[in-house]
């Protein structure tokens, strides 16, 4: 009887054992699968979330429509089919505040007699700008400048030569001086109360689209017409190699050297002249640029009796990109008035640059020595 009740209890522990294995292999198999689930959820979720962040990203580059092609920025359909305008600034010391000048998408600055220097504003959108001036004179290598756009341009009076090559060339121009052109440009009273007589003449995008209405010239886009700069893909941005390029200056004379200081914030280079910051008074901002594009011409005194220069501003000649803190080396090459300049790297390629605002420093090959292009310090604007 003891017999039978061990044979029993030994079977009753071996049933025991193997039901409690089983139930252990059980539950690790549970584990096991789900251990397995969780990785297979994880890994799910994690690619899920990856493709989401990926498909987000790409979500966020959207690229306009239509295309402003003095900014390579996006615009509206209307402006597309703009044809731009180009207006000479007075730019001495006596004659600021400028007007208007924020407004404007290209700038070119170039010597004049005296060592002073005339801005020739380049706008699309020129109907949104309230007040544009105070408005001078032509010279004629400013002519080149705003063909390089297909720009009709709009001065106050103008050198003999500078008269001359407008009607040789027939320049579409709107000429505060001696031509006739109703309520066109005004005298601002406030000006007058303070400045010569010369820094007072200004005019507004309203006023140009009617003068050009007046005149019967044409005021839509030349579809053929090629603008010159050669912009960024949209989601990529031109840094160069070449950094140190934060501080930079031009000096035309002693009066007069302009120079910028790259704000890293907002990717712009500030310009300041006369030793403080060149702001538009039609709105506050500072001039700012994305690009900077010197180009070295060669100049020279043409010996007449008002000191005029004449810069030769066909050929080819050196030149340097800026932007992003940093510099590149390039060249400029223009066959003639009518067709738009052109920029190379020195391997030959053509420069392309960042979409935005630029800033056309047209300065004298003997300027090239006194150019500064530096990182920031405080030795830089002192």
Same mark, same amino acid.
Request: hydrophobic share 35%; proline share 3%; charged share 25%.
């Given at each position: 009887?003891?017999?039978?009740?061990?044979?029993?209890?030994?079977?009753?522990?071996?049933?025991?054992?193997?039901?409690?294995?089983?139930?252990?292999?059980?539950?690790?198999?549970?584990?096991?699968?789900?251990?397995?689930?969780?990785?297979?959820?994880?890994?799910?979720?994690?690619?899920?979330?990856?493709?989401?962040?990926?498909?987000?990203?790409?979500?966020?580059?959207?690229?306009?429509?239509?295309?402003?092609?003095?900014?390579?920025?996006?615009?509206?359909?209307?402006?597309?089919?703009?044809?731009?305008?180009?207006?000479?600034?007075?730019?001495?010391?006596?004659?600021?505040?400028?007007?208007?000048?924020?407004?404007?998408?290209?700038?070119?600055?170039?010597?004049?007699?005296?060592?002073?220097?005339?801005?020739?504003?380049?706008?699309?959108?020129?109907?949104?700008?309230?007040?544009?001036?105070?408005?001078? #004179?032509?010279? @004629?290598?400013? =002519? !080149? /400048? %705003?063909?390089?756009?297909?720009?009709?341009?709009?001065?106050? *009076? &103008?050198?003999?030569?500078?008269?001359?090559?407008?009607?040789?060339?027939?320049?579409?121009?709107?000429?505060?001086?001696?031509?006739?052109?109703?309520?066109?440009?005004?005298?601002?009273?406030?000006?007058?109360?303070?400045?010569?007589?010369?820094?007072?003449?200004?005019?507004?995008?309203?006023?140009?689209?009617?003068?050009?209405?007046?005149?019967?010239?044409?005021?839509?886009?030349? #579809?053929?017409? @090629?603008?010159? =700069? !050669? /912009? %960024?893909?949209?989601?990529?941005?031109?840094?160069?190699?070449? *950094? &140190?390029?934060?501080?930079?200056?031009?000096?035309?004379?002693?009066?007069?050297?302009?120079?910028?200081?790259?704000?890293?914030?907002?990717?712009?280079?500030?310009?300041?002249?006369?030793?403080?910051?060149?702001?538009?008074?039609?709105?506050?901002?500072?001039?700012?640029?994305?690009?900077?594009?010197?180009?070295?011409?060669?100049?020279?005194?043409?010996?007449?009796?008002?000191?005029?220069?004449?810069?030769?501003?066909?050929?080819?000649?050196?030149?340097?990109?800026?932007?992003?803190?940093?510099?590149?080396?390039?060249?400029?090459?223009?066959?003639?008035?009518?067709?738009?300049?052109?920029?190379?790297?020195?391997?030959?390629?053509?420069?392309?640059?960042?979409?935005?605002?630029?800033?056309?420093?047209?300065?004298?090959?003997?300027?090239?020595?006194?150019?500064?292009?530096?990182?920031?310090?405080?030795?830089?604007?002192?």
């Amino acid at each position: 009887m003891q017999n039978k009740i061990k044979v029993i209890l030994a079977t009753l522990t071996v049933i025991t054992t193997l039901f409690s294995a089983s139930c252990d292999s059980i539950i690790e198999k549970r584990e096991e699968v789900s251990d397995s689930i969780s990785e297979s959820v994880s890994d799910t979720l994690t690619s899920e979330s990856e493709e989401v962040t990926d498909t987000q990203a790409v979500e966020t580059l959207v690229i306009p429509e239509f295309i402003n092609p003095l900014t390579g920025l996006g615009t509206t359909e209307e402006l597309t089919l703009k044809r731009p305008v180009a207006v000479m600034i007075n730019n001495i010391r006596d004659a600021m505040p400028q007007e208007g000048t924020s407004y404007a998408d290209i700038i070119y600055e170039c010597i004049v007699e005296g060592a002073q220097t005339r801005l020739m504003a380049v706008y699309l959108d020129y109907e949104s700008a309230p007040v544009i001036g105070s408005v001078r #004179s032509s010279r @004629e290598y400013y =002519l !080149d /400048f %705003a063909m390089n756009h297909d720009a009709v341009y709009v001065h106050a *009076g &103008g050198s003999d030569e500078a008269y001359r090559q407008i009607k040789a060339s027939r320049i579409n121009n709107l000429d505060g001086v001696n031509m006739y052109v109703p309520d066109m440009f005004y005298r601002d009273a406030e000006r007058r109360k303070t400045m010569s007589l010369e820094h007072t003449l200004m005019t507004n995008g309203e006023k140009i689209a009617n003068g050009i209405d007046y005149m019967g010239y044409r005021s839509t886009a030349n #579809s053929e017409f @090629e603008q010159p =700069l !050669d /912009f %960024a893909e949209f989601g990529t941005e031109i840094i160069p190699e070449n *950094g &140190g390029a934060k501080y930079v200056s031009v000096s035309y004379s002693d009066e007069h050297s302009p120079y910028y200081i790259y704000n890293e914030e907002n990717n712009m280079y500030e310009r300041f002249q006369f030793g403080k910051e060149q702001t538009d008074n039609s709105t506050g901002d500072q001039l700012a640029f994305d690009n900077i594009i010197i180009l070295y011409c060669s100049t020279y005194n043409t010996g007449d009796a008002y000191g005029h220069y004449s810069v030769k501003v066909t050929g080819e000649g050196k030149g340097v990109y800026i932007t992003r803190g940093g510099s590149v080396d390039i060249t400029w090459k223009k066959a003639d008035r009518a067709t738009p300049v052109s920029f190379y790297l020195a391997d030959g390629s053509e420069l392309t640059v960042n979409r935005g605002r630029t800033m056309m420093q047209i300065c004298t090959t003997s300027m090239e020595a006194s150019t500064v292009i530096s990182d920031l310090t405080s030795e830089s604007v002192e």
